[in-house]
Protein backbone atom coordinates (compact mmCIF):
# COMPACT_ATOMS: atom_id res chain seq x y z
CA UNK A 1 0.00 0.00 0.00
CA UNK A 2 1.00 3.46 -0.88
CA UNK A 3 -0.40 4.66 2.51
CA UNK A 4 0.69 3.97 5.91
CA UNK A 5 1.03 5.49 9.42
CA UNK A 6 4.30 6.14 10.93
CA UNK A 7 3.54 5.90 14.43
CA UNK A 8 6.86 8.21 15.57
CA UNK A 9 5.48 11.24 13.77
CA UNK A 10 1.98 10.40 14.56
CA UNK A 11 0.97 11.27 10.78
CA UNK A 12 0.33 9.17 7.41
CA UNK A 13 2.88 8.89 5.11
CA UNK A 14 2.12 8.45 1.08
CA UNK A 15 5.27 6.25 -0.17
CA UNK A 16 4.69 5.82 -3.97
CA UNK A 17 7.59 3.00 -5.71
CA UNK A 18 6.47 1.88 -8.92
CA UNK A 19 8.44 0.58 -12.25
CA UNK A 20 6.77 2.66 -15.44
CA UNK A 21 8.22 1.85 -18.80
CA UNK A 22 11.37 0.55 -17.32
CA UNK A 23 11.87 2.80 -14.67
CA UNK A 24 12.01 3.02 -11.24
CA UNK A 25 9.24 6.05 -9.89
CA UNK A 26 10.13 6.88 -6.21
CA UNK A 27 7.97 9.29 -4.35
CA UNK A 28 7.66 10.07 -0.12
CA UNK A 29 5.89 12.63 1.35
CA UNK A 30 4.27 12.78 4.91
CA UNK A 31 1.21 14.09 5.54
CA UNK A 32 -0.40 16.44 7.73
CA UNK A 33 -1.35 15.47 11.10
CA UNK A 34 -4.36 16.37 11.20
CA UNK A 35 -5.44 14.43 8.09
CA UNK A 36 -7.85 11.42 8.42
CA UNK A 37 -7.47 7.97 6.68
CA UNK A 38 -9.91 9.05 4.25
CA UNK A 39 -7.94 12.19 3.40
CA UNK A 40 -4.70 9.71 3.25
CA UNK A 41 -6.58 8.12 0.72
CA UNK A 42 -7.81 10.60 -1.42
CA UNK A 43 -4.35 11.98 -1.85
CA UNK A 44 -3.17 8.55 -2.73
CA UNK A 45 -5.16 7.63 -5.79
CA UNK A 46 -4.62 11.58 -6.81
CA UNK A 47 -0.57 11.67 -6.17
CA UNK A 48 -0.63 7.91 -7.69
CA UNK A 49 -2.55 8.86 -10.69
CA UNK A 50 -0.30 12.13 -11.24
CA UNK A 51 3.36 10.12 -10.69
CA UNK A 52 1.87 7.30 -13.59
CA UNK A 53 0.46 10.04 -15.49
CA UNK A 54 4.14 12.04 -14.88
CA UNK A 55 6.20 8.88 -15.73
CA UNK A 56 4.45 7.87 -18.90
CA UNK A 57 5.36 10.98 -20.29
CA UNK A 58 1.05 12.78 -20.21
CA UNK A 59 1.62 15.20 -18.08
CA UNK A 60 5.21 17.39 -17.38
CA UNK A 61 6.80 17.25 -13.93
CA UNK A 62 5.49 19.59 -11.64
CA UNK A 63 8.81 21.89 -10.47
CA UNK A 64 9.11 23.18 -7.05
CA UNK A 65 9.24 26.77 -5.66
CA UNK A 66 12.86 25.78 -4.62
CA UNK A 67 13.93 25.43 -8.22
CA UNK A 68 11.87 28.59 -9.54
CA UNK A 69 13.89 30.50 -6.55
CA UNK A 70 17.19 29.12 -7.49
CA UNK A 71 16.75 29.51 -11.01
CA UNK A 72 15.30 33.51 -10.75
CA UNK A 73 18.86 34.13 -8.18
CA UNK A 74 21.14 32.92 -10.86
CA UNK A 75 19.59 33.91 -14.11
CA UNK A 76 17.10 37.56 -12.96
CA UNK A 77 18.50 38.96 -9.55
CA UNK A 78 22.08 39.74 -11.03
CA UNK A 79 20.67 42.15 -13.10
CA UNK A 80 18.95 43.90 -10.72
CA UNK A 81 19.45 47.55 -9.17
CA UNK A 82 18.43 45.39 -5.66
CA UNK A 83 19.17 42.25 -6.71
CA UNK A 84 21.36 41.32 -3.36
CA UNK A 85 18.41 42.44 -1.50
CA UNK A 86 15.92 40.28 -3.19
CA UNK A 87 18.34 37.51 -2.44
CA UNK A 88 17.94 38.75 1.10
CA UNK A 89 14.73 38.46 1.36
CA UNK A 90 13.47 35.21 -0.26
CA UNK A 91 16.14 33.51 1.89
CA UNK A 92 14.28 34.39 4.93
CA UNK A 93 11.18 33.02 3.76
CA UNK A 94 12.64 29.73 2.37
CA UNK A 95 11.23 28.21 5.87
CA UNK A 96 7.64 28.65 3.99
CA UNK A 97 8.58 27.37 0.52
CA UNK A 98 10.56 24.65 1.02
CA UNK A 99 9.76 21.07 -0.44
CA UNK A 100 5.87 23.45 -2.01
CA UNK A 101 5.16 22.66 -5.60
CA UNK A 102 4.70 26.20 -7.88
CA UNK A 103 1.00 25.14 -8.20
CA UNK A 104 1.42 25.64 -4.21
CA UNK A 105 2.26 29.08 -4.28
CA UNK A 106 -1.27 30.89 -3.21
CA UNK A 107 -1.20 28.16 -0.12
CA UNK A 108 2.22 29.69 0.50
CA UNK A 109 1.93 33.01 0.23
CA UNK A 110 -1.01 33.07 2.10
CA UNK A 111 0.11 31.17 5.03
CA UNK A 112 3.20 33.71 5.00
CA UNK A 113 0.81 36.40 5.46
CA UNK A 114 -0.49 34.58 8.79
CA UNK A 115 2.62 33.64 10.30
CA UNK A 116 5.33 35.82 9.52
CA UNK A 117 7.10 37.40 12.83
CA UNK A 118 10.28 39.30 13.34
CA UNK A 119 13.21 37.81 14.75
CA UNK A 120 11.31 39.14 18.44
CA UNK A 121 8.32 37.30 17.60
CA UNK A 122 6.28 40.64 17.13
CA UNK A 123 4.21 40.11 14.12
CA UNK A 124 5.88 41.41 10.54
CA UNK A 125 4.95 44.62 8.94
CA UNK A 126 2.51 44.30 6.36
CA UNK A 127 4.77 46.67 3.43
CA UNK A 128 7.45 43.85 4.66
CA UNK A 129 5.56 41.16 4.32
CA UNK A 130 3.90 42.67 0.90
CA UNK A 131 7.50 43.06 -0.56
CA UNK A 132 8.58 39.72 0.21
CA UNK A 133 5.63 38.16 -1.53
CA UNK A 134 6.12 39.77 -4.42
CA UNK A 135 9.80 38.77 -4.34
CA UNK A 136 8.68 35.08 -4.46
CA UNK A 137 6.34 35.22 -6.80
CA UNK A 138 8.30 37.52 -9.37
CA UNK A 139 10.79 34.65 -9.10
CA UNK A 140 8.13 32.13 -9.62
CA UNK A 141 6.66 33.80 -12.42
CA UNK A 142 9.77 34.35 -13.97
CA UNK A 143 10.95 30.44 -13.97
CA UNK A 144 7.08 30.24 -15.78
CA UNK A 145 7.56 32.90 -18.57
CA UNK A 146 11.15 31.65 -19.80
CA UNK A 147 11.50 28.13 -18.91
CA UNK A 148 8.29 26.63 -18.65
CA UNK A 149 8.29 25.35 -15.12
CA UNK A 150 4.16 25.25 -15.29
CA UNK A 151 1.46 25.31 -17.21
CA UNK A 152 0.01 28.05 -16.13
CA UNK A 153 0.70 31.71 -14.04
CA UNK A 154 1.53 30.48 -10.63
CA UNK A 155 0.81 34.10 -9.13
CA UNK A 156 -2.31 34.38 -10.65
CA UNK A 157 -4.19 33.67 -7.44
CA UNK A 158 -1.73 35.15 -5.39
CA UNK A 159 -3.38 37.72 -2.90
CA UNK A 160 -1.07 40.47 -1.96
CA UNK A 161 -2.05 42.22 1.72
CA UNK A 162 -3.39 46.05 1.50
CA UNK A 163 -0.68 48.34 2.98
CA UNK A 164 -2.00 51.09 4.27
CA UNK A 165 0.99 53.32 5.47
CA UNK A 166 0.89 56.51 3.64
CA UNK A 167 2.28 59.41 5.91
CA UNK A 168 -0.13 62.78 6.33
CA UNK A 169 2.32 64.98 7.95
CA UNK A 170 3.33 67.78 6.16
CA UNK A 171 5.29 71.22 6.80
CA UNK A 172 5.07 74.96 5.36
CA UNK A 173 8.24 76.65 4.39
CA UNK A 174 7.79 78.64 7.87
CA UNK A 175 8.02 75.36 9.79
CA UNK A 176 10.64 73.91 7.57
CA UNK A 177 12.83 76.92 7.82
CA UNK A 178 12.44 77.05 11.90
CA UNK A 179 13.79 73.18 11.97
CA UNK A 180 16.85 74.22 9.86
CA UNK A 181 17.39 76.70 12.10
CA UNK A 182 17.88 74.64 15.24
CA UNK A 183 20.80 72.45 13.81
CA UNK A 184 24.45 73.79 14.50
CA UNK A 185 25.34 71.38 11.74
CA UNK A 186 25.87 73.15 8.19
CA UNK A 187 25.30 70.66 5.70
CA UNK A 188 21.71 68.96 7.48
CA UNK A 189 20.92 72.51 6.74
CA UNK A 190 21.50 73.18 3.96
CA UNK A 191 20.32 70.08 2.90
CA UNK A 192 16.90 70.34 4.96
CA UNK A 193 16.19 73.55 2.65
CA UNK A 194 17.75 71.33 -0.84
CA UNK A 195 14.74 68.39 -0.03
CA UNK A 196 12.07 71.41 0.30
CA UNK A 197 12.78 73.09 -2.96
CA UNK A 198 13.20 70.31 -4.66
CA UNK A 199 11.29 67.23 -3.73
CA UNK A 200 14.32 64.71 -4.07
CA UNK A 201 15.06 61.86 -1.24
CA UNK A 202 18.32 62.47 1.35
CA UNK A 203 19.92 59.60 -0.84
CA UNK A 204 19.63 61.50 -4.07
CA UNK A 205 20.63 65.05 -2.61
CA UNK A 206 23.57 63.08 -1.63
CA UNK A 207 24.80 62.12 -4.96
CA UNK A 208 22.64 65.10 -6.89
CA UNK A 209 25.57 66.67 -9.27
CA UNK A 210 24.56 70.67 -9.90
CA UNK A 211 25.11 71.56 -13.53
CA UNK A 212 23.46 74.37 -14.52
CA UNK A 213 19.88 75.16 -13.25
CA UNK A 214 19.38 71.24 -12.66
CA UNK A 215 20.79 69.08 -10.32
CA UNK A 216 21.51 65.51 -12.25
CA UNK A 217 20.50 62.07 -10.76
CA UNK A 218 21.65 59.67 -13.25
CA UNK A 219 20.73 56.89 -10.76
CA UNK A 220 17.37 56.78 -9.20
CA UNK A 221 15.04 54.48 -7.38
CA UNK A 222 12.97 54.11 -10.18
CA UNK A 223 16.37 53.35 -12.99
CA UNK A 224 15.60 56.10 -15.11
CA UNK A 225 17.88 59.69 -15.41
CA UNK A 226 16.60 62.57 -13.96
CA UNK A 227 17.13 66.33 -14.04
CA UNK A 228 15.65 68.27 -10.93
CA UNK A 229 15.13 72.03 -11.76
CA UNK A 230 17.15 74.29 -8.70
CA UNK A 231 15.15 76.59 -6.78
CA UNK A 232 16.60 80.11 -6.58
CA UNK A 233 16.14 80.06 -2.93
CA UNK A 234 18.60 77.10 -2.47
CA UNK A 235 21.07 77.84 -5.74
CA UNK A 236 23.75 78.78 -3.52
CA UNK A 237 23.75 75.91 -1.01
CA UNK A 238 23.64 73.18 -4.51
CA UNK A 239 26.83 75.83 -5.36
CA UNK A 240 28.12 74.64 -1.90
CA UNK A 241 26.76 71.51 -0.31
CA UNK A 242 29.25 68.93 0.14
CA UNK A 243 28.14 65.67 1.02
CA UNK A 244 28.85 63.67 4.37
CA UNK A 245 27.48 60.31 5.79
CA UNK A 246 23.89 60.05 5.44
CA UNK A 247 23.43 58.36 9.25
CA UNK A 248 25.00 61.71 10.31
CA UNK A 249 22.26 64.66 8.57
CA UNK A 250 19.37 61.97 10.01
CA UNK A 251 21.12 62.06 13.33
CA UNK A 252 21.49 65.99 13.11
CA UNK A 253 17.64 66.19 11.65
CA UNK A 254 16.06 64.17 14.64
CA UNK A 255 17.68 66.41 17.05
CA UNK A 256 16.69 70.02 15.24
CA UNK A 257 12.90 68.34 14.85
CA UNK A 258 12.27 67.09 18.34
CA UNK A 259 13.94 70.91 18.97
CA UNK A 260 11.01 72.33 17.11
CA UNK A 261 8.30 69.66 18.64
CA UNK A 262 7.33 67.90 15.62
CA UNK A 263 8.63 64.27 16.63
CA UNK A 264 6.54 62.42 14.40
CA UNK A 265 8.25 64.56 11.44
CA UNK A 266 10.73 62.60 9.17
CA UNK A 267 13.25 63.64 6.61
CA UNK A 268 11.07 62.32 3.87
CA UNK A 269 8.09 64.29 5.28
CA UNK A 270 9.95 67.02 3.45
CA UNK A 271 9.30 65.45 0.35
CA UNK A 272 6.03 65.18 0.78
CA UNK A 273 5.52 68.67 1.64
CA UNK A 274 7.00 69.71 -1.59
CA UNK A 275 4.23 68.17 -3.25
CA UNK A 276 1.86 69.88 -1.09
CA UNK A 277 3.22 73.06 -1.74
CA UNK A 278 3.10 72.54 -5.51
CA UNK A 279 -0.69 71.81 -5.24
CA UNK A 280 -1.11 74.97 -3.47
CA UNK A 281 0.48 76.72 -6.15
CA UNK A 282 -2.15 75.25 -8.40
CA UNK A 283 0.24 73.06 -9.88
CA UNK A 284 -1.32 69.83 -11.62
CA UNK A 285 -0.63 66.11 -10.47
CA UNK A 286 1.02 65.26 -13.57
CA UNK A 287 3.78 67.95 -13.33
CA UNK A 288 4.47 66.99 -9.59
CA UNK A 289 4.89 63.42 -10.36
CA UNK A 290 7.48 64.34 -12.93
CA UNK A 291 9.19 66.67 -10.87
CA UNK A 292 9.41 64.15 -7.92
CA UNK A 293 10.30 61.17 -9.93
CA UNK A 294 7.27 59.17 -10.07
CA UNK A 295 7.33 56.23 -12.65
CA UNK A 296 3.88 55.66 -11.81
CA UNK A 297 1.11 58.21 -11.47
CA UNK A 298 -0.68 56.04 -8.99
CA UNK A 299 2.43 56.85 -6.45
CA UNK A 300 0.82 60.91 -7.13
CA UNK A 301 -2.72 60.50 -6.66
CA UNK A 302 -1.81 59.81 -2.44
CA UNK A 303 -1.63 63.82 -3.07
CA UNK A 304 -5.42 64.30 -4.56
CA UNK A 305 -6.95 64.93 -1.29
CA UNK A 306 -4.70 67.90 -1.11
CA UNK A 307 -6.13 69.35 -4.18
CA UNK A 308 -9.83 70.59 -2.61
CA UNK A 309 -9.34 74.63 -3.68
CA UNK A 310 -8.26 73.59 -7.47
CA UNK A 311 -11.51 70.79 -7.42
CA UNK A 312 -13.62 73.70 -5.53
CA UNK A 313 -12.90 75.97 -8.41
CA UNK A 314 -13.22 73.64 -11.20
CA UNK A 315 -16.70 73.17 -9.75
CA UNK A 316 -17.54 76.26 -9.46
CA UNK A 317 -16.86 77.05 -13.05
CA UNK A 318 -20.07 74.72 -13.82
CA UNK A 319 -22.31 76.72 -15.76
Request: aromatic residues 8%.
Amino acid sequence: MSIYKDKERGCYVFEFSRRINGERVRATKALPKTWTRAQADAYDRQESSRLYATAAGVEKPERSIEDAVACYLTERAPKLKQGANVARELALIYWVYQGRNLSELPAVCREYAQKAVTEKGKPLKPASIRNRIRYLTAACRYAWKHHDYCEHDPGEKVVVPEVKNERQHYVDRKTMLQIARLTRHRITRMAIRMAFYSGMRLSEILRAVPLGQAWILTDTKNGEPRHVPIHPKVAVCARRFRPCPKVTIQQNWCKARDAAGLPMLHFHDLRHSTASAMLKAGVDLYTIGKVLGHKDSRSTQRYSHLSIEAATSAVRRIG
